[in-house]
C-alpha cells in the first residue's frame, strides 16, 4: 500500500487549504480512510476519517470546521480545512488505519 499526500504550506489565520491523498495497492473503496496530525511536541492525533460508505467522523477541535471526502474511481481521499487556526499547525498524515502511513505534509498556520 502506497499513500503520498500532497497540498501542505503556509497559510493565514483563518485561511483555507485542500489536503489530497493518493491511494495505491489496496482495494481503496472497502477501506476506510483517515487523515491524522502531529504537532510539534504533541501526539499524533486523528482528524477525520471516512468509512467505506462514506460515513465521516471528526473531533470536537475541527468538527464544523474541516471536511473529508473520498473519490472511490480516483483513489483519492481530500480534507478541506476552513477557519485555520494556528494551532492547526501540523504535519498531517494520510492514513489507511491501523497499519499503512503516508509521508506527511506540513501544514503551517501563521498569527
Known amino acids: 500500500v502506497q499513500l503520498q499526500a500532497s497540498g501542505g504550506g503556509l497559510v493565514q489565520t483563518g485561511g483555507s487549504v485542500r489536503l489530497s491523498c493518493a491511494a495505491s495497492g489496496t482495494n481503496f473503496r472497502l477501506n476506510t480512510m483517515a487523515w491524522y496530525r502531529q504537532g510539534l511536541g504533541k501526539q499524533r492525533e486523528l482528524v477525520a476519517n471516512i468509512t467505506s460508505g462514506h460515513n465521516t467522523n471528526y473531533p470536537d477541535s475541527v468538527k464544523e470546521r474541516f471536511t473529508i471526502s473520498r473519490d472511490n474511481v480516483k483513489r483519492m481521499v481530500y480534507l478541506q480545512m476552513n477557519s485555520l487556526k494556528p494551532e492547526d499547525t501540523a504535519v498531517y498524515y494520510c492514513?489507511?488505519?491501523?497499519?499503512?502511513w503516508g509521508k506527511g505534509t506540513l501544514v503551517t498556520v501563521s498569527s
Open positions: 492514513s489507511l488505519p491501523p497499519k499503512f
